[in-house]
T-cell receptor, first 112, second 109 residues
Framework: SQTIHQWPATLVQPVGSPLSLECTVE??????LYWYRQAAGRGLQLLFY??????ISSEVPQNLSASRPQDRQFILSSKKLLLSDSGFYLC???????????FGSGTRLTVV | GQQLNQSPQSMFIQEGEDVSMNCTSS?????WLWYKQDPGEGPVLLIALYKAGELTSNGRLTAQFGITRKDSFLNISASIPSDVGIYFCAGRRNEKLTFGTGTRLTIIP
């Protein structure tokens, strides 16, 4: 069966520090991969998605970037965090265009 | 980015009551999905709808894909304490999923 792993679960980082969040999927090949951000008490905002290795589409211009170095690995990064980068970050995967996404358990990032 | 209009924003109900929430969009979607999110967790898929007019049930949950492909509703019958959480609709077009603003369900003891 397919599983998605996301880590760390929580992270507290100072303003100006770098960021690296990792997401890996097991049990499937060539998944579509996604990074979402959820502000407290609000909906999910799509940040990046990838349909293949090295292919990244950015939805919202911001202080973040994404990379997909391997088929089942998706990384969210920042060179210098801002206070506004705080939030709940969710990774998700899907296969094909028909089905829904499966989400990871999320990373709660607090920038102080 | 675009978000779907979901209502109501929050609901306070008593255990055993039925729940109804809906989602509307100005754009057409190929697939409608409903997710539930517990605090501190990622959303979990409840129901997926693939055809306009489709009515699908999953236990006490029933959802419909609107004929115009621009709306969907979710009903929960005979609510129980574990139904508490935030419910999100989502519309899919090609590779991307756009989420609603969420409905927070609280059950009053």
């Amino acid at each position: 069966s397919q599983t998605i792993h996301q880590w760390p679960a929580t992270l507290v980082q100072p303003v100006g520090s770098p960021l690296s969040l990792e997401c890996t999927v097991e049990g499937t090949s060539n998944p579509n991969l996604y990074w979402y951000r959820q502000a407290a008490g609000r909906g999910l905002q799509l940040l990046f998605y990838s349909v293949g290795i090295g292919q990244i589409s950015s939805e919202v211009p911001q202080n973040l970037s994404a990379s997909r170095p391997q088929d089942r690995q998706f990384i969210l990064s920042s060179k210098k965090l801002l206070l506004s980068d705080s939030g709940f970050y969710l990774c998700a995967w899907s296969i094909g265009l028909q089905y829904g996404y499966t989400f990871g358990s999320g990373t709660r990032l607090t920038v102080v | 980015g675009q978000q779907l209009n979901q209502s109501p924003q929050s609901m306070f109900i008593q255990e055993g009551e039925d729940v109804s929430m809906n989602c509307t969009s100005s754009s057409i979607f190929n697939t409608w999905l409903w997710y539930k999110q517990d605090p501190g967790e990622g959303p979990v898929l409840l129901i997926a709808l693939y055809k306009a007019g489709e009515l699908t049930s999953n236990g006490r949950l029933t959802a419909q894909f609107g004929i115009t492909r621009k709306d969907s509703f979710l009903n929960i019958s005979a609510s129980i304490p574990s139904d508490v959480g935030i419910y999100f609709c989502a519309g899919r077009r090609n590779e991307k999923l756009t989420f609603g603003t969420g409905t927070r369900l609280t059950i009053i003891p």
